[in-house]
């Protein structure tokens, strides 16, 4: 056909075939809609279950043809107006669930929510179905606290859905002790439903005296020691438990004791008062000599009556002199004035007084009660002792205080000695008390029995000058004169005996030829050749060498001194010599004048003194710590420190000579400008640094998601700084996200930048990765031409292209289809010279697509 205009929707297509249903044309231009050959749609598919139908008819619910494409997809088509079957008006399955009450349904909300008032079953809510409602308030009509969906009364949940509390009358099981339902805590439960108990504090009133359980109080402790006991019973005398809680003793209820019985002979009356000596009661609990014990008790304080005051019968040692007692001191001692058998203490009574000091009328310094008066103790009481005149007999000879003798004095130079032994010659004590010629006298007393040395076993002395060439002599001319060839020690005279004679400068009497005094007795003195070791360093005479001249320059000089560096003498090449060891003076241990560079720190000098230094490095680099006026490097010395990198204590990225903030050099020698590590005037932020992909980027602004800088110095992506990408712009749908995310297929925005086939191509995204929703788990759109067969077509190249084995529709391929394939060559199955879009002979295009 031919109609001669572009209308392509009439009788006669625009590639002049007739228009027909199925050749994927909608005829609807030339024909009214009730015109049996008039098109609502044509898909060219025989696909009955898509949006056209193989009649050329829109697909609609209710026309009994269930659609399977696209968002109007239906469960179900019945094809009538029923909504109550099982199929629903909107071509959706009845169910529990969609809104609509179906039979066997008590209610349907059309939602998913268990705790309405209707269940997820369609069942109405009620208590005891196990499913608490939690859309109902407190105190509204339905509202459950609880809902455990049992008859179980005794629970944590009541059978009329109201949580289990104390007071509700319901013992709780596990829980609670008690629950009376009531607000009484005086009775068997308390509030808190704990079993009522003695010693909880509160006091039973529900009960009678002797009722098993009565309290007549209960103070909540376990003090048994205040005023309610802890079987809450009131505390009373005589329960036999001491109250403490009084502390006042005039008090009517204070107790000093409470031994539980009415006794008022123990310790404790029965008043609780405690028995005293006076009160007039005679103690029965107690045997002679336990403390407290009681022989009387008059009840009195007359303490010269039948009963002391110390409630004792009187008696000797009372303290009270009776009758026939000398004295009575109360006590049992026998060594003060008064024995214990109340007589006067006397010397002699065997008795040693110790009540008094040595001089006091009355002292003993013994006692020994007998009239024996050569024992250990006199008869007047004293220690005997030697030298006391009187000789002890009551010693053996090996006691160490026996004695031979007493003669009443201390001498030991006299016949009987101070050790009171009897004198005798070798006994090493010389006597003075006899002449020459009387028995017993003696010349001297060595204390020996050797008859070879000065004094012999005669006690007659061996001395230098009696003639006798004696041991320990070198001679013994009879005289004691010196100078005529014995001196007057019995010693030869000669050079070496210690003593300057004729002749000698000197004799030291030793044989050390390095001292003051050579061996041939004539004085040490500097060039003898001699080093002389007896002296120390400035010593008058100390000598460092001794080369047996007085001449300067051979190494030793005239004064016998070592020409060296510290000998205190500047010999040649020194420009200094201070004989000291100490390298930081004005002298060097080198023997040079110090100055500044010597790399020697002078510390003899104090600030502000000429020469003195702070530092010294040996250097003349004026850019290090030490500058070359030896002064420590500072900021605003006006010289920059090299020597350090930034970062290190004392780096100076500049110095002017000041420090002054805001001429462009800090006080702290740091450039005043982005990137000096302070945060100056129109900075967020310096780090210092030139990393621009941390916190501070190095425009010294803080860096945010968006500056177009991706941060590094974040590793969690939990972190909420952390940055995955920044591209710097707010185009939400290219590679990075504005939330500084890489975008990823599933995300919900779908990538505008890249186009397909390339990586990261997005057809769509829907926020998932679920496939059949039309949008599949790779972004991919789920319809004709994803490159993904889906249900309803035939096959899907995934292209747009019409030549080829797959069309557009995502149908084969098929001679008469109208599209000539182009993708083939001749010979190949299916290819094609010409297609028509039918299937007839005669028309220039045969049934097999080949040119007539």
């Given amino acids: 056909c031919d109609d001669g205009n572009e209308v392509d929707g009439d009788a006669c297509t625009n590639e002049c075939r007739i228009a027909r ?3 994927t044309v909608t005829r609807n231009q030339d024909l009214p809609p009730e015109d049996e050959n008039y098109e609502e749609c044509d898909d060219g598919n025989q696909n009955e279950q898509d949006a056209c139908l193989t009649n050329c008819v829109d697909a609609v619910c209710g026309d009994g043809v269930i659609r399977l494409d696209g968002d109007n997809r239906e469960e179900c088509d019945d094809g009538n107006i029923n909504n109550d079957d099982t199929c629903a008006n909107d071509c959706q399955l009845n169910g529990c669930g969609d809104g609509v009450i179906n039979n066997g349904e008590e209610c349907d909300d059309g939602n998913e929510v268990q ?14 179905d196990g499913i608490a409602r939690l859309d109902r308030l407190e105190g509204q009509v339905g509202y459950e606290a609880c809902d455990d969906g049992n008859l179980v009364q005794t629970d944590a949940c009541l059978n009329n859905c109201t949580a289990a509390s104390c007071g509700d009358a319901f013992l709780q099981e596990g829980v609670e002790d008690c629950d009376d339902g009531n607000q009484t805590n005086t009775d068997a439960c308390l509030n808190t439903c704990d079993d009522a108990s003695c010693g909880d504090g509160v006091r039973r009133l529900d009960l009678q005296v002797f009722d098993v359980g009565y309290e007549a109080c209960d103070d909540g402790n376990q003090d048994d020691t205040d005023a309610c006991l802890n079987n809450c019973a009131e505390a009373r005398c005589g329960d ?17 004791c409470d031994d539980g019985n009415n006794d008022d002979l123990d310790s404790c009356l029965a008043d609780c008062t405690e028995a005293t000596c006076g009160d007039g009661l005679l103690r029965q609990d107690l045997l002679e000599g336990d403390p407290g014990y009681e022989a009387c008790d008059d009840g009195n304080d007359n303490n010269v009556d039948g009963c002391r005051n110390t409630c004792q019968l009187p008696g000797c040692g009372d303290g009270i002199v009776d009758g026939d007692e000398a004295c009575d001191d109360g006590n049992d001692s026998n060594l003060d004035a008064c024995v214990d058998a109340c007589e006067a203490a006397i010397c002699g009574d065997g008795y040693a007084r110790t009540d008094l000091a040595a001089g006091e009328e009355g002292y003993e310094a013994c006692d020994d009660g007998d009239d024996d008066q050569q024992n250990a103790c006199l008869n007047d009481c004293t220690v005997a002792s030697c030298g006391d005149g009187i000789i002890r007999v009551d010693l053996a000879e ?4 026996y004695e031979e003798c007493d003669d009443n004095n201390d001498t030991a130079t ?10 005798t010659c070798g006994d090493g004590i010389l006597r003075e008390d006899l002449q020459v010629g009387e028995p017993g006298f003696e010349e001297c007393d060595d204390g020996n029995q050797n008859d070879e040395d000065d004094c012999d076993n005669q006690c007659v002395s061996q001395l230098c000058g009696n003639g006798v060439l004696d041991d320990g002599e070198q001679c013994d001319d009879g005289n004691l004169e010196n100078e005529d060839g014995c001196d007057q020690n019995c010693e030869e005279e000669g050079c070496g005996n210690g003593r300057v004679e004729e002749g000698e400068a000197c004799d030291d009497g030793n044989d050390s030829e390095t001292d003051a005094c050579h061996n041939d007795c004539t004085r040490a003195s500097c060039g003898d050749g001699t080093l002389r070791d007896d002296l120390e360093a400035g010593e008058a005479g100390y000598e460092q060498c001794d080369d047996g001249n007085q001449v300067d320059g051979d190494g030793c000089d005239a004064e016998c001194r070592t020409e060296t560096c510290g000998n205190f003498i500047i010999d040649d090449g020194e420009q200094c010599d201070d004989g000291d060891v100490d390298d930081q003076d004005a002298c060097t241990n080198e023997c040079n004048l110090a100055r500044c560079g010597d790399d020697i720190v002078r510390i003899d000098l104090a600030a502000g003194q000429e020469g003195y230094e702070e530092c010294d490095d040996g250097n003349d680099t004026d850019t290090d710590a030490c500058r070359n006026t030896c002064v420590n490097a500072a900021c605003g010395d006006n010289v920059r420190r090299l020597d350090l990198i930034a970062g290190q204590a004392g780096y100076e990225a500049c110095d002017d000579g000041n420090v002054i903030n805001g001429d462009g050099c800090s006080a702290t020698c740091a450039n005043e400008g982005c990137g000096n590590g302070e945060v100056n005037e129109g900075e967020q932020c310096d780090d210092g640094n030139a990393v621009n992909t941390d916190a501070c980027l190095n425009s010294c602004e803080v860096a945010r998601c968006g500056d177009g800088v991706a941060r590094n110095d974040i590793d969690d992506p939990l972190n909420a700084d952390y940055e995955a990408c920044d591209d710097g712009n707010q185009e939400d749908t290219d590679g990075c996200r504005n939330s500084c995310t890489v975008a990823v297929c599933g995300d919900g925005i779908q990538r505008a930048d890249v186009q397909y086939p390339n990586a990261g191509f997005e057809a769509c995204d829907d926020g998932n990765d679920i496939n ?15 490159g993904q067969q889906q249900q309803g077509e035939q096959c899907d190249d995934g292209n747009q292209v019409d030549t080829d084995a797959c069309t557009n529709v995502c149908n084969p391929a098929v001679c008469g289809d109208g599209f000539l394939r182009q993708d083939l060559n001749p010979g190949q199955p299916g290819y094609e010279a010409c297609d028509d879009g039918n299937r007839a002979n005669g028309d220039g295009c045969s049934d097999s697509c080949q040119n007539e």
């Fill in 772 to 786: 059949d929703d039309g949008c599949s788990d790779t972004c991919r759109s789920e319809n004709c031409g994803n």
């Fill in 115 to 128: 705790t309405d008032s209707c269940t997820n079953s369609c069942e109405t809510a009620h208590c005891g």
């Fill in 240 to 256: 036999n438990v001491i109250r403490e809680d009084i502390a006042d003793e005039n008090h009517a209820d204070y107790e000093h």
């Fill in 398 to 401: 090996e006691d160490p205080a």
């Fill in 414 to 423: 006299d016949e009987c000695t101070d050790t009171c032994k009897t004198a």
């Fill in 21 to 23: 249903c199925g050749d």
